[in-house]
């Protein structure tokens, strides 16, 4: 099950660059809805609770 969302994430979710959240994973599902990578893993996030896995999103400080 988790390589499966995993895998519907990767594959059906057009990236789209921009920083932060703007859409949040509801917005970021499908490719007419891409979500930058932030908005990508909120949805992975939320697909993996609703499966009964406890999942979190993790920040970085990025490269300096």
């Known amino acids: 099950?988790?390589?499966?969302?995993f895998e519907i994430v990767r594959n059906e979710v057009r990236f789209q660059p921009y920083r932060g959240f703007r859409k949040g994973p509801v917005l970021s599902?499908?490719?007419?809805?891409?979500g930058s990578d932030a908005d990508q893993s909120q949805l992975l996030v939320e697909l993996l609770h609703a499966a009964g896995y406890e999942a979190f999103t993790?920040?970085?400080g990025?490269?300096?």
């Not at 099950?1 to 969302?5: A, E, I, R, T």
């Open 1 to 5: 099950m988790l390589p499966k969302l």
């Open 29 to 34: 599902r499908g490719r007419r809805n891409p």
């Open 62 to 64: 990025g490269a300096s």
């Open 58 to 60: 993790i920040t970085g």
